[in-house]
């Protein structure tokens, strides 16, 4: 596609449902990031897929966390039994491949947890 | 933890003055990059700058980066009322580590 694309963009829940993002990064970008940004906060890094490779997931931020790439393409991050701390955007990001420089972002999905 | 770290956390400036913002990091990098935030949407790239790179124009935008203090900065030229927004440090590692860490930004606020 011509961008990064997100969805859902705003996702309300209750506390304890899982919630599931879905990312689609650019035509053959092999690179592919999430990110979480909590209100008026920098990115934390949670996860990073590169091609085939195993996935650096040293940022995930409990074991509720969880991110999977399909075919090497779309991404989708679950958030098993969601607090409210998991309130926050979660941006994803594709570039063309590893240390290509410029990241291309989507518009985020903002999860709200009641 | 934050690999960058931006000063000032907010600006305030009139329109037509020039706005700097510094950032700092705490690893060696390949690159360093600048990304843009308007409220309430996703981030998009400004400018890269080389590790062996000391200083780079883009249109209004100038940065600098000095590997031996672990430092870089942004200078926004005749700034306008739509330059508004947050700005963010990304440092890419050598290779074996592409985890591109972002700072923490800084709230620029451009005064009309």
């Known amino acids: 596609g011509a961008g990064v694309s997100q969805s859902p963009s705003n996702k309300v829940t209750e506390k304890g449902k899982d919630v599931e993002l879905r990312c689609d990064p650019i035509s053959g970008h092999t690179a592919l990031y999430w990110y979480r940004q909590s209100l008026g906060q920098g990115l934390e890094f949670l996860i990073y897929?590169?091609?085939?490779?195993?996935?650096?997931k040293s940022g995930l931020p409990s074991d509720r966390f969880s991110a999977e790439r399909t075919g090497g393409s779309v991404s989708t991050l679950t958030i098993q039994r969601t607090q409210q701390e998991d309130s926050a955007v979660y941006l994803c990001a594709s570039r063309a491949g590893p240390n290509t420089g410029e990241l291309f972002f989507g518009e985020g999905s903002r999860l709200t947890v009641l | 933890s934050q690999q960058g770290e931006e000063d000032p956390q907010a600006l305030s400036i009139q329109e037509g003055e020039n706005a700097t913002m510094n950032c700092s990091y705490k690893t060696s990098i390949n690159n360093l990059q600048w990304y843009r935030q308007n409220s309430g949407r996703g981030l998009v790239h400004l400018i890269l700058?080389?590790?062996?790179?000391r200083e780079k124009h883009s249109g209004r935008l100038r940065v600098t980066l000095d590997t031996s203090k672990k430092s870089s900065s942004l200078l926004i030229t005749a700034s306008r009322a739509a330059d508004t927004a947050s700005y963010f440090c990304a440092t890419d590692a050598y290779f074996g580590n592409e985890k591109l860490t972002f700072g923490t930004g800084t709230r620029l606020t451009i005064i009309p």
């Open positions: 897929f590169q091609g085939n490779s195993a996935p650096d």
């Open positions: 700058i080389r590790s062996n790179e």
